[in-house]
């Protein structure tokens, strides 16, 4: 969805929640599952929906019969001013819709239905009437200036505070998840108790390290040859039962990125175009370019996987880590992963052992 169209579905639903007057029908969508999650809640909640009350229905899964939910939109509510209907991960805005996108053509002003659904194809019939009839929203993961604000709200209403470099600390922390970022701020808000400020050292005792902070903090160690830095953190991400295979596959997609970067950089491109070009936000929209692209990726990054997208602030300080690595040995480094990776697929080698040898050698000073 084009931003313009996605901010009119956005302003149309907060003004909706806002006034307490509805659409016909809502649905729900998109790579921010908290947000998704935060609207139906809320539609829920103002609408009266209740699923122990006769006129609330909830319809899930991909086998749902179309015909029993317009047959319960189309039945007057009980001693009440309105049906809902909820609908969860039917699949129908993407196949098996027509029937209900006939029925939201002319629907009844008695019932609304409440759509969350995992994918969504903006081209079916089933999405261009909601659009046109509802709100048709796709909530997507959100830039570090929206997460900035998002703290400072919440902050605001706990009347507590952070300073710039102890947000971009937590944020770094959480990555771009909203249910992380949540929650790691509800931990802080109650460790500090009575204290106003929340501080660096704060984040530091109470918030956890996600399995991509830990692998960005471990290729910022080997980046400087900080062997006791690198070694604690593979040790910590096994404590929390990361399996060998799984940190090699997400350390190598970030070696590659970093061979990338610097590709680039000796091109001579600037350090926006990079941003522009490895962000998470220069994806395909449509479902089926984003599929090409991720198999032309894989194919591009030696069987590690899909290349990753990254935020812009991350992918700044990726820049520096690549200004302090040659080609040579960026390439040096892979060559090495993809000979562990071999190793222990094939037996010569238990996978533990094979990374923690890779990481020694990664780390040593020549």
Same mark, same amino acid.
Do not use: W
């Given at each position: 969805?084009?931003?313009?169209?996605?901010?009119?579905?956005?302003?149309?639903?907060?003004?909706?929640?806002?006034?307490?007057?509805?659409?016909?029908?809502?649905?729900?969508?998109?790579?921010?599952?908290?947000m998704?999650? !935060? #609207?139906?809640?809320?539609?829920?909640?103002?609408?009266?929906a209740?699923?122990?009350?006769?006129?609330?229905?909830?319809?899930?899964?991909?086998?749902?019969?179309?015909?029993?939910i317009?047959?319960? =939109?189309?039945?007057?509510?009980?001693?009440?001013?309105?049906?809902?209907?909820?609908?969860?991960?039917?699949?129908?805005?993407?196949?098996?819709g027509?029937?209900?996108?006939?029925?939201?053509?002319e629907? *009844?002003?008695?019932?609304?239905?409440?759509?969350?659904?995992?994918?969504?194809?903006?081209?079916?019939?089933?999405?261009?009437?909601?659009?046109?009839?509802?709100?048709?929203?796709?909530?997507?993961?959100?830039?570090?200036?929206?997460?900035?604000?998002?703290? +400072?709200?919440?902050?605001?209403?706990?009347?507590?505070a952070?300073?710039?470099?102890?947000?971009?600390?937590?944020?770094?922390r959480?990555?771009?998840?909203?249910?992380?970022?949540?929650?790691?701020?509800?931990k802080?808000? *109650?460790y500090?108790?009575?204290?106003?400020?929340?501080?660096?050292?704060?984040?530091? =005792?109470?918030?956890?390290?996600?399995?991509?902070?830990?692998?960005?903090?471990? @290729?910022? *160690?080997i980046?400087?040859?900080?062997?006791?830095?690198?070694?604690?953190?593979? #040790?910590? %991400?096994?404590?929390?039962?990361? +399996?060998?295979?799984?940190?090699?596959?997400?350390?190598?997609?970030?070696?590659?990125?970093? %061979?990338?970067?610097?590709?680039?950089?000796?091109?001579?491109?600037?350090?926006? =175009?990079?941003?522009?070009?490895?962000? #998470?936000?220069?994806?395909?929209?449509?479902?089926?370019?984003?599929?090409?692209?991720?198999?032309?990726?894989?194919?591009?990054?030696?069987?590690?996987g899909?290349?990753?997208? !990254?935020?812009? #602030?991350?992918?700044?300080?990726?820049?520096?880590?690549a200004?302090?690595?040659? *080609?040579?040995?960026?390439?040096?480094?892979?060559?090495m992963?993809?000979? +562990?990776?071999?190793?222990?697929?094939?037996?010569?080698?238990?996978?533990?052992?094979?990374?923690?040898?890779?990481?020694?050698? @990664?780390?040593?000073?020549?």
């Amino acid at each position: 969805m084009n931003p313009k169209l996605s901010k009119e579905q956005e302003t149309r639903l907060k003004k909706d929640l806002r006034e307490k007057t509805f659409h016909p029908v809502y649905l729900l969508y998109g790579p921010e599952d908290f947000m998704v999650r !935060y #609207y139906f809640r809320k539609l829920k909640e103002l609408l009266g929906a209740d699923l122990s009350d006769m006129n609330t229905q909830l319809f899930e899964g991909k086998d749902v019969n179309v015909d029993q939910i317009i047959d319960a =939109a189309q039945t007057m509510p009980f001693f009440a001013e309105r049906r809902v209907i909820l609908l969860r991960n039917t699949g129908l805005a993407k196949a098996g819709g027509l029937a209900l996108a006939k029925y939201l053509e002319e629907p *009844a002003d008695t019932s609304v239905i409440v759509m969350m659904e995992e994918d969504v194809d903006e081209k079916c019939k089933l999405a261009q009437v909601i659009q046109n009839t509802g709100v048709l929203l796709e909530c997507k993961k959100q830039g570090r200036d929206y997460l900035r604000m998002n703290v +400072a709200g919440r902050l605001k209403n706990v009347s507590k505070a952070m300073t710039g470099n102890a947000v971009d600390y937590l944020l770094e922390r959480t990555g771009d998840s909203m249910y992380v970022l949540s929650n790691e701020l509800d931990k802080l808000i *109650a460790y500090v108790g009575d204290r106003n400020e929340i501080t660096m050292e704060d984040v530091d =005792a109470i918030c956890i390290r996600v399995i991509d902070d830990q692998i960005f903090r471990m @290729m910022e *160690a080997i980046t400087v040859c900080d062997q006791k830095t690198t070694m604690d953190t593979y #040790y910590d %991400l096994l404590a929390l039962k990361e +399996a060998p295979a799984k940190i090699l596959k997400m350390l190598a997609g970030q070696f590659l990125a970093l %061979l990338r970067i610097k590709t680039m950089r000796n091109e001579g491109h600037p350090v926006s =175009a990079i941003v522009r070009e490895m962000s #998470y936000q220069n994806l395909p929209k449509d479902s089926e370019a984003r599929k090409i692209r991720e198999e032309k990726d894989k194919e591009s990054n030696l069987g590690f996987g899909p290349e990753p997208k !990254y935020h812009a #602030y991350r992918l700044e300080k990726m820049v520096e880590q690549a200004g302090r690595c040659s *080609a040579e040995l960026l390439q040096r480094d892979i060559a090495m992963m993809t000979v +562990a990776e071999q190793d222990f697929k094939s037996g010569r080698m238990d996978d533990q052992i094979a990374l923690e040898m890779l990481l020694l050698r @990664m780390t040593q000073r020549d």
